[in-house]
């Protein structure tokens, strides 16, 4: 015997149970992708000079709070990325999020551990 399965019926057209969840899945993994995106421009834009001062206020509001939050805003980019759309997106998400984690660790090194005097 077939397995029948649940039709919803939308505007006219039926509209599978899994057609639904898949839609709902690649609307996440852009979402993800979107985040991942805005947390990497976050990341990256410390080291950017901005035009009309935009990048001292962005860099005030990202290391005021704590020194730390460049680091978490690194790794849960790289997290979104990890669940975001794949293909070359993905890869560039992923490798923008390394380049920025790694870009804050060495000013960050060397900030907290260069510039002490004897």
Do not use: H
């Not at 015997?1 to 057209?13: Q, V, Y």
């Not at 950017?48 to 460049?70: H, S, T």
């Not at 759309?85 to 993905?90: D, F, L």
């Amino acid at each position: 015997m077939k397995k029948i399965c649940l039709m919803f019926f939308m505007n006219g057209f039926p509209i599978n149970n899994l057609m639904i969840r898949k839609w709902s899945d690649s609307l996440l993994r852009v979402i993800f992708s979107v985040v991942s995106a805005f947390l990497c421009f976050l990341t990256i834009s410390l080291f950017n000079e901005m035009p009309f001062r935009l990048g001292e206020k962005i860099f005030n509001l990202i290391v005021a709070p704590n020194l730390y939050l460049p680091f978490g805003l690194g790794v849960l980019g790289f997290l979104f990325a990890m669940f975001g759309v794949k293909g070359y997106i993905r890869l560039t998400l992923l490798g923008l999020n390394i380049v920025g984690l790694v870009g804050y660790l060495v000013i960050f090194l060397m900030a907290t551990v260069g510039f002490q005097e004897p």
